[in-house]
């Protein structure tokens, strides 16, 4: 007597349809919610940039504007400048400050001279996209000297981009707020050429509406005269300290 037939069964062609549609469904739900996960932390890293480039940006300005001086200055061609101008040229304000620090030493004022600017990003200027979209970037510029010579050109930094608009007033000696800043004449009022307080007004989409006031520190152009001498007189003494030539300085060989 034979043994009885055995049958394998396997999945019919609907049960195969009907499996390969659910693994598709949930390959399809974890990839999106991958997707998801990548997105949003793409978007928090960003924001988070967005943040430290703001508080930087705010640090450098509170920096600038409460460390202002009455240094006046001397532009390319000889001629002097005020210790803070509003609107010269493409400048929104350009102004002298103390406080430049010098960890090397070098043989130079702690004085500054300081500029900011609403334009394009220098290293993007000629860019086709950066024309096309015409973003407009904070821009602070300094020179690395107090008098300037023809060929001095200032070094420039991006402090915040994408600036909808920026706005700075001037906060005279009566408390009224001036949207341009006009240094007295010296004879009669010599003893006041800064404003008491500078307010900065920023909107932008990605920041949003940003208002500040910084107070201005009574520091008279004499005063920044002989910080300046002083400074330069104690780089000097310290560069001449130190030796050329490390060698000097060491004993003879035993």
Same mark, same amino acid.
């Given at each position: 007597?034979?043994?009885?037939?055995?049958?394998?069964?396997?999945?019919?062609? @609907?049960?195969?349809?009907?499996?390969?549609?659910?693994?598709? @469904?949930?390959?399809?739900?974890?990839?999106?919610?991958?997707?998801?996960?990548?997105?949003?932390?793409?978007?928090?890293?960003?924001?988070?940039?967005?943040?430290?480039?703001?508080?930087?940006?705010?640090?450098?300005?509170?920096?600038?504007?409460?460390?202002?001086?009455?240094?006046?200055?001397?532009?390319?061609?000889?001629?002097?400048?005020?210790?803070?101008?509003?609107?010269?040229?493409?400048?929104?304000?350009?102004?002298?400050?103390?406080?430049?620090?010098?960890?090397?030493?070098?043989?130079?004022?702690?004085?500054?001279?300081?500029?900011?600017?609403?334009?394009?990003?220098?290293?993007?200027?000629?860019?086709?996209?950066?024309?096309?979209?015409?973003?407009?970037?904070?821009?602070?510029?300094?020179?690395?000297?107090?008098?300037?010579?023809?060929?001095?050109?200032?070094?420039?930094?991006?402090?915040?981009?994408?600036?909808?608009?920026?706005?700075?007033?001037?906060?005279?000696?009566?408390?009224?707020?001036?949207?341009?800043?006009?240094?007295?004449? @010296?004879?009669?009022?010599?003893?006041?050429?800064?404003?008491?307080?500078?307010?900065?007004?920023?909107?932008?989409?990605?920041?949003?509406?940003?208002?500040?006031?910084?107070?201005?520190?009574?520091?008279?152009?004499?005063?920044?005269?002989?910080?300046?001498?002083?400074?330069?007189?104690?780089?000097?003494?310290?560069?001449?300290?130190?030796?050329?030539?490390?060698?000097?300085?060491?004993?003879?060989?035993?």
């Amino acid at each position: 007597m034979s043994a009885p037939t055995r049958y394998l069964h396997g999945f019919t062609l @609907l049960e195969v349809l009907i499996a390969l549609s659910i693994f598709s @469904l949930i390959g399809l739900a974890a990839y999106r919610m991958l997707d998801i996960v990548i997105l949003s932390q793409a978007k928090v890293t960003a924001h988070q940039q967005q943040i430290r480039t703001l508080e930087r940006a705010m640090h450098i300005i509170s920096h600038d504007f409460s460390q202002l001086v009455a240094r006046p200055v001397r532009d390319n061609y000889g001629e002097s400048l005020a210790p803070l101008v509003t609107d010269q040229g493409s400048f929104l304000v350009e102004f002298t400050r103390q406080g430049w620090r010098n960890p090397l030493q070098l043989p130079r004022s702690q004085l500054q001279r300081v500029a900011y600017e609403l334009g394009s990003e220098p290293a993007s200027t000629n860019d086709q996209y950066q024309q096309m979209n015409r973003t407009v970037h904070l821009l602070r510029h300094y020179w690395t000297v107090l008098d300037r010579a023809q060929e001095s050109t200032p070094r420039t930094q991006v402090l915040m981009r994408n600036i909808d608009d920026l706005q700075l007033l001037y906060m005279d000696h009566e408390g009224q707020w001036q949207s341009e800043w006009r240094q007295a004449p @010296l004879t009669s009022n010599a003893s006041k050429p800064l404003p008491r307080a500078v307010m900065l007004k920023i909107n932008s989409q990605h920041i949003g509406s940003i208002e500040r006031v910084y107070q201005l520190t009574e520091f008279s152009a004499e005063q920044a005269k002989s910080h300046d001498r002083n400074s330069a007189q104690s780089n000097s003494s310290s560069a001449s300290q130190s030796p050329a030539n490390p060698q000097e300085n060491r004993g003879p060989k035993q």
